[in-house]
Structures are given as structure tokens and as C-alpha cells.
């Protein structure tokens, strides 16, 4: 079975730090761009990061850029999103989406992070 799984999330004080995984299983994620994106309650979901398959090309959305970095570790099938001084207008559930030029691409299930004192 194909599937993107996120963890990491949680309840998190605002200026805290999560750092969220997503791991593939029944593929490898070497040829796969990878993105990261959120959905709060009431709102679009909206696309927060990205980086190539090789790693060597990241961009971010400017609400998180200088907060959040995206990286890959393709000998673990695992791509992180480590978040830091996290603000509650974070909250949000977070994604992330792997994307194949000919495959297509796939949808983790989701993973819940809340900012709040």
C-alpha cells in the first residue's frame, strides 16, 4: 500500500518549536518534489514549503519563511518540516503532498499542531 504518513504534531506555546516527519511506505521518495501545506479551521488549505527531490531547491510561503525550514533525508523515505518560534496563527492541520512528474501524486492523512499558551 502507497502512503505518506505525518507525525510530529502536537500542543505546542507560542515560541516553541515542533519539528513534523512524513515517511513514505510501499515507494521511495527520490524522485518525488515534496510539499508541506496546512488547513485551519474555516480556511483553504494553503501551501507553506516545498523542496526538490534532490533537496537542493527549497522555497517558502512568506508566513513562514525565517521560522520554518524543509529538509529530506531519502535513505530514511523521510522529509521534515522543523517549525520554530511557532505563533498560534500556526494552528493548523499539516500536510504533505508528494508529487511525481508521471505518477502523480500522494496525500498524508494529516497531522494536528495547535499553538496556544
Known amino acids: 500500500q502507497l502512503q505518506l504518513v505525518e507525525s510530529g504534531g502536537g500542543l505546542v506555546q507560542p515560541g516553541g518549536s515542533l519539528r513534523l516527519s512524513c515517511v513514505a511506505s510501499?515507494?521511495?521518495?527520490?524522485?518525488?518534489?515534496i510539499g508541506w501545506f496546512r488547513q485551519a479551521p474555516g480556511k483553504e488549505r494553503e501551501a507553506i514549503s516545498c523542496?526538490?527531490?534532490?533537496?537542493?531547491?527549497?522555497n517558502y510561503a512568506d508566513s513562514v519563511k525565517g521560522r520554518f525550514t524543509i529538509s529530506r533525508d531519502n535513505a530514511r523515505n523521510t522529509v521534515y518540516l522543523q517549525m520554530n518560534s511557532l505563533k498560534p496563527e500556526d494552528t493548523a492541520v499539516y500536510y504533505c503532498?508528494?508529487?511525481?512528474?508521471?505518477?502523480?501524486?500522494?496525500w498524508g492523512q494529516g497531522t494536528q499542531v495547535t499553538v496556544s499558551s
Open positions: 510501499g515507494f521511495t521518495l527520490d524522485d518525488y518534489g
Open positions: 503532498y508528494a508529487a511525481h512528474v508521471v505518477v502523480g501524486g500522494y
Open positions: 523542496i526538490s527531490s534532490s533537496g537542493g531547491s527549497t
